[in-house]
């Protein structure tokens, strides 16, 4: 099968940047790649690419800075693959836009799973309200209903709790802060308390989880935030 989505990669280091090429050419996406933030938003501007790939520590400028311009006119996915691995700056990338973030070093099955699921969120229009229902494994999400079902029994979860679960899944596969989730259920006035969200998300867990020690349904991305399953 062959896509016909074009990605720009930018990558300054030539290596890492001629394997994530090689890896997306022979799965069948066009790629355009730049070597550094100028060169990158000409790119952007220019040719308008379905999706960019982006390292932040570009000679020329950090790459935050070219997430929070493509964000200030467009909802192209951007997925950052850095060496930075503090949660701040995961917090950041992710907080300003940034669709996904994969750390250096990382496998080409990852990437191409992460560069599809961004592909498919933005062609959705994930943010138009959701109607119908998203499963994976035996959890089962009823939008129409405002239900959580789990084997097909009904998890009777709180308003709060079925708010966030349905927000996980409409995102599938992608990591959302805990700020995002907080002034998505909950307004603006609670962003940075985190503790009412983990409270909520130990009452999901036990409704909803096998084993909520060892989730399979709702991931925790230590100090950044949560991601569904798939």
């Known amino acids: 099968m062959t896509n016909k989505c074009t990605v720009l990669v930018v990558e300054d280091d030539t290596g890492i940047g001629n ?6 050419t022979a799965n069948g ?3 355009l790649r730049a070597q550094g933030g100028t060169e990158a938003e000409m790119l952007i501007t220019s040719h308008c690419p379905d999706l960019v790939i982006l390292d932040l520590g570009l000679p020329d400028m950090d790459g935050i800075e070219i997430i929070r311009s493509v964000r200030s006119w467009s909802r192209m996915p951007i997925i950052v693959v850095s060496a930075r691995t503090h949660e701040k700056d995961k917090v950041l990338a992710l907080d300003l836009g940034a669709d996904d973030y994969l750390v250096k ?4 099955a990852e990437m191409l799973a992460r560069v ?24 089962m999400v009823d939008y129409d209903k405002r239900h959580v079902y789990i084997a097909g029994e009904d998890a009777k979860l709180t308003q709060n709790e079925y708010k966030i679960v349905a927000l996980l899944s409409r995102y599938a596969g992608r990591v959302l802060t805990y700020d995002y989730i907080l002034k998505s259920i909950w307004g603006p ?7 009412i ?4 998300m130990a009452n999901i867990r036990r409704k909803i989880e ?3 020690a060892d989730p399979q349904y709702i991931f925790t991305e230590t100090g950044v935030g949560y991601r569904m399953a798939e």
Do not use: C, K
């Open 19 to 24: 394997y994530i090429q090689t890896i997306l």
């Open 116 to 139: 599809r699921t961004a592909l498919r969120h933005a062609a959705s229009g994930v943010d138009v309200p959701p109607t119908g229902s998203f499963t994976t494994g035996e959890l």
């Open 29 to 31: 996406y066009n790629v």
């Open 210 to 212: 096998q084993n909520p």
């Open 189 to 195: 006035n609670l962003s940075g308390d985190n503790q």
């Open 197 to 200: 969200l983990r409270v909520n």
């Open 105 to 108: 070093p990382f496998g080409s």
